[in-house]
């Protein structure tokens, strides 16, 4: 049987005669013989959810659609390329209807000086998108069950990158990583989980941030969280936002799309809030810090008394230990040079090992709320003061261990 080799060459369209601008890639054509497979190694494949088409992505620089009932090979996408390792592919992955097929690699650094994701329609062949600014080569990219997110896992100790995919925003990144990740998957309930060679597997919880946190979806979440957790778990809580009591003056935790002019259809009572973690089967840690610069949709609104709250709480009935941002009616300050609220910042610093006070690694309630108390006091010249507040019934115990 006789082999046919095609001969193409592809030509990257040219505007300028010489050169090229820094974050473009070459305008010179360059010769590539197309042989109808592969002539590297096969780095990464995927499929889409009702598996009728396979994608490929080589060291040969290309990436290829397959019909997966078949083997026959639909259509080759080719990014941009340049000299030695640039254009090659590491990973590619496809949406799961289909429609969208993203490859990465050693990819843009050549003129960028930084790497790129390539985003093709499938259909068409065509590269629609380029997300830039990656700070090394993409070892991974996966879709979301649902089609709705897009995860990156970067080389180095550069972590991954989440990615809304209606417009390929940025969303989230970890760069807490000690080494290359590689790998990265879904489960049904939506949680990322993730690989690296510094040793560790992570376990990303739901996270219901900006436009999602809706209040079905933060019922839904708190429904997720009852059912996850087990006796021999410790269930951590952290409620960051804005709350408002009502005229009667029950507490509502506000949701984007709150009302508060309708605050029992639109906000999050929280009488659903405590009868979740009341009923949560291993110990309970909850973390609020609310009412951020003590602005409830208008600033002469005043701030909700969280006091009542945090007690019942943390009553010997419900045996949550409750850490708040601030007592009674105080503005919880926030600030744009911290990125956070002053109770958020001084909680990250912390648990990442400042709350350490005996240096053997671990890092206790008691130690968090010692540290929590005088770096909040110290961020904001004494005008908030947060508070913890421990059953009788739960001993002092570990909330997190320091990797020395």
């Not at 991954?160 to 998957?185: C, P, Q, W």
């Not at 936002?241 to 005229?247: A, C, I, L, P, T």
């Not at 009868?275 to 409830?296: E, P, Q, R, W, Y």
């Not at 600030?335 to 206790?364: Q, R």
Request: charged fraction near 25%; charge should be neutral.
């Amino acid at each position: 049987m006789k082999r046919v080799f095609y001969l193409a060459i592809i030509f990257f369209v040219s505007f300028l005669k010489n050169g090229v601008y820094a974050g473009e890639p070459p305008r010179e054509p360059i010769l590539r013989i197309e042989t109808g497979m592969h002539t590297s190694v096969i780095k990464r494949i995927g499929v889409d959810a009702e598996n009728r088409y396979l994608v490929t992505g080589s060291d040969d620089k290309t990436i290829r659609v397959w019909e997966l009932k078949t083997g026959r090979l639909l259509r080759v996408l080719r990014p941009p390329i340049g000299k030695g390792n640039e254009g090659k592919i590491y990973s590619v992955a496809i949406s799961p209807d289909g429609r969208l097929i993203v490859g990465g690699g050693w990819t843009g650094y050549e003129w960028d000086n930084t790497h790129s994701i390539y985003i093709f329609d499938r259909e068409s062949g065509r590269l629609i998108k380029r997300i830039q600014g990656l700070p090394n080569v993409i070892f991974h990219l996966i879709f979301s069950k649902d089609g709705r997110y897009l995860v990156t896992c970067l080389g180095g100790n550069n972590g991954i990158r989440v990615y809304e995919t209606e417009k390929f925003t940025l969303i989230m990144e970890d760069k807490d990583y000690g080494d290359n990740s590689h790998g990265a998957d879904f489960d049904k309930e939506g949680r990322l989980v993730t690989t690296s060679y510094d040793g560790y597997i992570r376990l990303y919880d739901k996270d219901l941030t900006d436009e999602k946190a809706t209040k079905d979806e933060i019922l839904d979440g708190l429904e997720w969280l009852e059912r996850q957790t087990t006796s021999k778990d410790v269930a951590i809580v952290f409620l960051a936002g804005h709350g408002v009591n009502d005229q009667s003056g029950l507490y509502y935790f506000l949701p984007v799309n709150a009302n508060t002019e309708k605050l029992k259809r639109t906000g999050v009572a929280f009488s659903d809030i405590k009868n979740t973690v009341a009923s949560l089967a291993g110990k309970t840690i909850m973390f609020v810090d609310t009412c951020h610069s003590g602005n409830i949709m208008g600033v002469r609104r005043g701030v909700a008394d969280i006091t009542g709250i945090v007690n019942e709480l943390a009553s010997a009935e419900n045996g949550v230990v409750v850490f708040a941002s601030s007592t009674g009616k105080q503005y919880s300050l926030e600030d744009p040079v911290w990125n956070n609220g002053a109770f958020t910042k001084a909680l990250v610093e912390g648990i990442s090992g400042k709350a350490d006070y005996a240096g053997k690694g671990k890092i206790t309630i008691n130690m968090l709320d010692l540290y929590l108390s005088e770096r909040v006091k110290e961020l904001t010249k004494g005008r908030q003061t947060p508070t913890t507040t421990k059953p009788n019934t739960v001993p002092d115990f570990p909330l997190a261990v320091i990797e020395k």
